[in-house]
């Protein structure tokens, strides 16, 4: 089945204290992003991948870092997570060509609290 | 920047058609999604265009005008699992060229008996 898939899903955890979030696909899609989604302010992009070893910042990258070893996965990595990074997280990735119906698929999503 | 607006909340009849509008102002233009978010859930792909015109597909349709910036989804039929948020999103170039999307705040329309 061709899927995204994130862990954890859930995460309850303090400030400071490095965390990295998985995200995987299994469609051999070049493209990847991760976004947060908060209530009021809608899904905004924290990185994105255009291939293997290609990353570069979206809207709110601040505090958070990403790598992209391997075309199937895209971890997220918060070095010292701060109460403010409390959110929704998405991870989603698509084909990458631009000009087509190039849909974006999501994955399930990880709650982070940080207290 | 890139600025797209839908409304907040709507809410319709079980059986009506709700018509959820979204204006955006973008730099750059590849493209218009409508993603269906329940809550606590992913969002997931609802409709493409990219062109001017209506895109029809059973029950939802969407529009767009790309000189009006301007895009609307349709549903007809309403059912209460419609219930959900409804995102418009944007398919923009970055400062790089790279083409990424680019979301508003989301459509929460509820549905009543």
């Known amino acids: 089945e061709a899927q995204v898939t994130q862990n954890p899903r859930y995460l309850i955890t303090v400030t400071g204290k490095k965390l990295t979030v998985t995200c995987s696909q299994n469609?051999?899609?070049?493209?990847m992003s991760w976004y947060r989604q908060d209530p009021g302010l809608g899904l905004r992009q924290i990185y994105y991948s255009m291939n293997v070893e290609v990353t570069d910042k979206g809207d709110v990258p601040e505090g958070y870092k990403v790598s992209r070893k391997e075309k199937r996965n895209f971890p997220l990595i918060l070095e010292s997570p701060s109460p403010n990074q409390t959110s929704l997280y998405f991870c989603a990735s698509s084909i990458g060509l631009a000009g087509f119906q190039d849909t974006q698929y999501f994955g399930p999503g990880t709650r982070l609290t940080v207290l | 920047g890139q600025n797209i607006d839908q409304p907040t909340e709507m809410t319709a009849t079980e059986g009506a058609i709700v018509q959820i509008n979204c204006t955006y102002q973008t730099s750059g233009f590849n493209g218009l999604f409508w993603y269906q978010q329940h809550a606590g859930e992913a969002p997931t792909f609802l409709s493409y265009?990219?062109?001017?015109g209506l895109e029809e597909k059973g029950r939802f349709s969407s529009f767009l005008s790309r000189s009006k910036g301007y895009s609307y989804l349709l549903l007809k039929e309403l059912q209460m699992k419609d219930s959900a948020s409804y995102l418009c999103a944007v398919r923009a170039p970055d400062y790089t060229g790279a083409n990424n999307l680019f979301f508003g705040t989301g459509t929460r329309l509820t549905v009543i008996p």
């Open positions: 265009n990219v062109l001017d």
């Open positions: 469609m051999n899609h070049e493209y």
